[in-house]
Structures are given as structure tokens and as C-alpha cells.
């Protein structure tokens, strides 16, 4: 007998900058993502410029990114292929595809805004009417089928002129242009939205420097320790004024959950896997949940002399904003050691150790059920704050063979992690939501492509932008409709 509760929220997950498109439509300014080109596994995705002399240039995409060359302005070149720019046209076609989330039973569909849609440079006085009302048509049609709304307010899609001006929050300004986003929002759509979350992953600024392989700078860190106070402020402030505007809103945190294990039993393993989760997941999540700043904080600070720009207000706001629930994504583990190994993890956003009790996708991902039952009841025990899982998927090559596709690798991977999830919730937690990532086909934060794929719906294009955009469903698509029918009692 499954554990879950009779309004348990099942449904899907999608980020604005992977499926909507219409870049530059109905008012709507730049992100970083629209001057973003295509990758793969075997090469990265640039982001491109016109440099001070009219030159063309290009670095290496990574959350965050923002090392425009001095007098540069971002661009996009003729003769690239930036794929979030039409992506999977959701901006044309959401009808079409919520009728589908709707016919599989979805009870909640986490998606995000487009902050430039709203404010297109960022810094306007007053929101783009035609942005507010497009999504405003989006919830409106989400509701006629009974579908929750749960709204990313940031899911790295800040307005380009931000990015660039204030240097990916290097400056306290982008407190208050978050704020009054984010108040615009709310205000907005008070009636239509309930469940909210701040930053998507915001602990990924400090895993792009540890966790996935980097080997951070002390400036490199210092610039992410600064950010994310900003960024904590930001969501705290955002937390309290929402509660004034409508104090039914459910306002959560969302944090990359990557669970990690040491190596071998040596004592030295064992510290470091403490001290890596305190710094890739416990650091964000300990400010979010309990309003203040770990003691262990001045430890991670000193080792990269950091130095943050805090005061005793900012101070005040992260008490009387800490959130209401609990979210985070769930992908793969990695292993921590002390010790030369030979055999280690390779892909988009994968490193250290293989981990030889789990298998891997092509991306380099380890599949670990187990790993989120672990992640849940240890957050849950710490914070006792309602749980939602809302990102979870496998990504993977899609075949149509006779007009259809068998993704029965897909079925099982959700299959194993649903179950790890119901054993979570046996043991006590407060699991409220899980939703799936990339219910639809969209295109890949990391690599750009389309052919890494998740969804329970197929959308015809490729890694060049070729295609019809006609939407298909899978046979994970019956199987999680019986899942949701069935409360999760139906998983076969």
C-alpha cells in the first residue's frame, strides 16, 4: 500500500528559458540564455559577444556566467544556433500542452516567469502588461483543468542588462530590482497562484565550484558567497512581502539535491563528506529554513577569505523571511574522497569517484533511488518543513519506432524513485509534491540539446533546430497517468 495523502501533489516541472521561446516577443528583453549557443557532451555551450573592435567572441556558458570582455556587448551571431530562443514553443502552444498535462491527471504544474518578459531590462519603474497578461492566460488555462500553479520566481533566466550590468549579483542593487519583481508578481497574480518558490538550485553556485569538478578560485568563491547573501536577502524580503499580499501563499526554497558519499571508511572521508554537504547543501539551506547563518559558515568563509557585505538589517529580513516548505531537485550522488582513484565520473555537470553500486546514464549521472530516501528523511529531520520533490527525470536518446516510443528505461528509473519516495514518507516525512522534470521535451540547461530528453511528451526537434515542434506521447505518458489515477498504488 502506497503512503501517499489523498491531495498528494503529483505533476511535472519545466523552466521558462527551456520551453517557452517567443525571445523577442510582446515587449520581452534578453536573457543570458537567449545569446547562448547549442553544446554536447563533447563540447560546451558558449555565450557571444561583439567585442570593443566589432570582433565576434564567445566563453564557456555556466550558471552565472557573465565575463564579458570590457567595452564587449553581448550578441547573437549570425552563423550560431541558440536553441532557448524558440526552444520548444510553449509561448504558442501552452494550450495544446497543458490539454496533455491535464489528460494525464496532473494536480500541480511547476514552471517558471521570465523576469525579462516582466521587466525586460530589469530596471523599469512599471511591468510589461503584455508579459503579466500572457501569463496570466497560462494559470487561467492551468485552472480550468484543475491544475495548481507552482511559480519559479528565478530559474537563471535574469534579465541579460541585469546580468551584465551588476555583474551576476555582485551588487546589493539587485535586492531591491528582485524585490519589486517579485512583488509585481505577487500582486499580480494573488488569486490565480498559491505555491511559490524564490531561486531555482540556488545552492549552484557553489557546486559549479566544488561538486560538478571546479576547483574554485578564492575570488571565485568570494564572488558566490556574495551572491547568494544578496540572493537570501532577496528571497527573504520577497517571503515576508508575500505573506502580506496573501497569507495563504505557500513560499518554499529550492535546492539542488545532490547527495554525496565517501569513498571509504577512512576518518579523513568521512569528515570531508560532512564538510561537503555543509557547504553544497546545508549552507543555503540552513539560511532559507532557520533565518541565520550556520556556525560552520565561518569556517568555509575563512578558507577563501570572505569578507560579505552584510548588515544588521539584512540580518533581520533573513529571520523574518525564512521559508514554508522545502523543495529540491533529485538527479544523481557523487562520492567524496581523500584518496587517488582511478575510476571517476565524467559528463555534463558529473565528477568525482564512480560510485561501482549504481549505474550511470550517458550523461555521466548515477541513478540512486535510495540516495532521495536518504535525502529526505535527513532534511526532513533537520528542518521539519513540509517536502516537495519538484525535479526528478532521467534524460535520455528518444527512438519512434512504428509511430511510438518505448521509454521503458524512463518508467523505471521514476518507478524506483516513487517508491524511494513512499518509503521516505513511510518513515515519517512530509512529502507533499513530486514533479517530474521535463514532463515535456525541452531543451537541455546544461548541453543545449534537445536529444537529451525527459518528457512524458515528445516534441519534434533536434539538436539543430530542425523539426516540426508536433507533440507525441510516449508510453511514460499512460504509465504516469495511471500513477497519478492511482495514487502512486499503480506503478507497474
Known amino acids: 500500500m502506497a503512503h501517499f495523502s489523498k491531495d498528494f501533489l503529483w505533476g511535472g516541472a519545466t523552466a521558462a528559458n527551456q520551453i ?52 564587449s556587448t553581448p550578441a547573437v551571431l549570425p552563423d550560431r544556433y541558440y536553441p532557448n530562443q524558440i526552444a520548444i514553443d510553449f509561448y504558442h502552444h501552452y494550450k495544446e500542452d497543458i490539454k496533455l498535462f491535464a489528460e494525464m491527471g496532473f494536480k500541480v504544474f511547476r514552471m517558471s516567469i521570465s523576469w525579462s518578459r516582466i521587466f525586460p531590462t530589469g530596471e523599469e519603474e512599471e511591468p510589461s502588461r503584455a508579459g503579466l497578461d500572457f501569463y496570466r492566460s497560462v494559470f487561467e488555462e492551468l485552472h480550468k483543468y484543475g491544475i495548481e500553479p507552482m511559480v519559479t520566481i528565478s530559474h537563471y533566466d535574469d534579465p541579460l542588462h541585469l546580468s551584465v550590468k551588476y555583474h551576476d549579483w555582485s551588487d546589493r542593487k539587485m535586492i531591491d530590482l528582485y524585490v519589486r519583481y517579485a512583488t509585481a508578481l505577487f500582486k499580480e497574480y494573488k488569486d490565480l497562484v498559491k505555491y511559490w518558490l524564490t531561486f531555482n538550485e540556488i545552492n549552484s553556485s557553489l557546486l559549479m565550484l566544488n561538486a560538478f569538478g571546479g576547483n574554485g578560485t578564492d575570488e571565485q568563491f568570494r564572488h558566490a558567497y556574495q551572491k547568494l547573501h544578496y540572493q537570501f536577502v532577496a528571497s527573504a524580503r520577497a517571503v515576508k512581502i508575500g505573506h502580506e499580499i496573501n497569507p495563504d501563499f505557500q513560499i518554499g526554497n529550492m535546492i539542488c539535491g545532490i547527495v554525496d558519499y565517501p569513498y571509504t571508511p577512512d576518518p579523513k572521508d568521512i569528515l570531508l563528506n560532512r564538510h561537503t554537504w555543509e557547504q553544497d547543501i546545508f549552507y543555503c539551506s540552513d539560511v532559507q529554513c532557520k533565518g541565520k547563518y550556520p556556525t560552520y559558515a565561518k569556517r568555509l568563509w575563512a578558507e577563501h577569505d570572505v569578507h560579505l557585505d552584510i548588515t544588521d538589517q539584512d540580518k533581520q529580513d533573513l529571520l523574518a523571511g525564512k521559508v514554508d516548505m522545502y523543495t529540491f531537485s533529485c538527479y544523481m550522488s557523487n562520492v567524496v574522497t581523500t584518496h587517488d582513484a582511478d575510476d571517476k565520473v565524467g559528463g555534463n555537470f558529473a565528477a568525482g569517484v564512480r560510485n561501482p553500486y549504481l549505474k550511470y546514464s550517458e550523461w555521466g ?40 516510443i518505448h521509454d521503458e528505461y524512463r518508467i523505471d528509473y521514476l518507478r524506483q524513485h516513487i517508491e524511494a519516495m513512499d518509503k521516505a514518507i513511510a518513515n515519517g516525512v512530509d ?36 523539426g516540426t515542434l508536433k507533440r507525441m506521447k510516449k508510453d511514460s505518458f499512460d504509465w504516469y497517468k495511471k500513477v497519478i489515477a492511482s495514487n502512486g498504488e499503480d506503478l507497474a
Not at 521561446?21 to 515587449?27: H, I, K, Q, S, T
Open 365 to 404: 549521472w548515477a541513478t540512486d533511488p535510495t540516495g532521495l530516501q536518504y535525502f529526505l528523511e535527513m532534511m526532513y529531520d533537520r528542518y521539519e518543513l513540509p517536502m516537495m520533490v519538484v525535479e526528478n527525470g532521467l534524460g535520455a536518446k528518444d527512438k519512434i519506432e512504428d509511430g511510438k
Open 20 to 71: 517557452e521561446g517567443g525571445y523577442d516577443e510582446a515587449d520581452r528583453g534578453l536573457s543570458i540564455s537567449d545569446v547562448t549557443t547549442e553544446g554536447g557532451l563533447d563540447h560546451p555551450r558558449m555565450v557571444t559577444y561583439i567585442d570593443k573592435d566589432g570582433k565576434p567572441g564567445e566563453f564557456v556558458s555556466m550558471p552565472g556566467a557573465t565575463d564579458f570582455p570590457e567595452g
Open 431 to 466: 512529502v507533499r509534491a513530486y514533479t517530474t522534470w521535463g514532463c515535456i521535451d525541452e531543451v537541455s540547461a546544461g548541453t543545449g540539446q534537445m536529444s537529451k530528453r525527459y518528457g512524458f511528451i515528445y516534441v519534434d526537434r533536434d539538436d539543430e533546430g530542425k
